[in-house]
């Protein structure tokens, strides 16, 4: 793969038995999650022997996802609803700190922001990155910003990110790019050319342009191809994380293995997902 290694998701970075499960079916170096649950309760022992089995197996954190949605909201209004979200990012971080995590993802926002409200929430969610900021530079984890999903309601498009990045010029603040948030709002091209140059880490996934499916990449409608050709003209080298739910009749090897050969081959070729044969020219 070169410069580029595939990670997969694994729903609850701390139980061992899920990872174990995967690791049957496939081969990786990479996992990431959006859950770490009881990860951060571990005491030193149990963080320890955390350690060593990602050792043992060769594995590493490429990102865990920030907690979202509710009051977890880094732009609220609140301030000490606000409080709460910043300072269990930070704890966070000193404590992923331990097992060498890659990228801290976060969403600018949760809840529906109204348009007269929308300048103030972003210079209340650069205050919040303002303090969790030096935790990451301090820890080596960079806090990678996703696009949202819905622009209309949330903080997170392209333009906004761009600013916000700009506004701290920092090596640890970039971009988490969700390609099935770019493609269901219609600004997939765009979105990509807007933020590649500040891309950290990936949700990569597919849908049919409508819906957030998290469909395994080109059982959708995205035009992998012309991503593909756009990523490596990039400066992205790193990894690729996929970001599915996936379906019973399918494996991770298989998921995996048209991953590498979307990206070897240019995003051209025949992919079998399952009986079903994709065929992309």
Known sequence: MGKYEIAVRIVDLSKKEEIEEILKDVSIKYIWSEVYGNFLLFNDKEIDDYKKFLKSNGLEIEQIHSVFGGDYDFSSPEQNTRAIIVEATKISLIKLEEIKVKNFVIHCSAGVINKNEREERIKILMDSISRIL???????????????LYPET?????????????????PYLGVCFDTGHAHTIGKFKEEFIALKDKIF????????????????????????????????????????PIEIELPKYLKWSEVVSNMKKLVENDGEGEFLYGNRIIKII
Request: aromatic letters at 8%; a negative charge.
């Open 201 to 240: 880490t990936f949700h990569l996934h597919d849908n049919d342009g409508e819906r957030d499916l998290h469909l395994p990449p080109i059982q959708g409608t995205i035009d992998w191809k012309w991503f593909i050709k756009e990523l490596k003209k990039s400066n992205y080298s790193g990894q690729l």
């Open 154 to 170: 949330m903080i997170g498009t392209g333009e906004e990110i761009i600013r916000i990045i700009e506004e701290f010029n920092s």
């Open 134 to 148: 030096p935790i990451s530079e301090k820890t080596g984890i960079k806090i990678a910003i996703e696009n949202s």
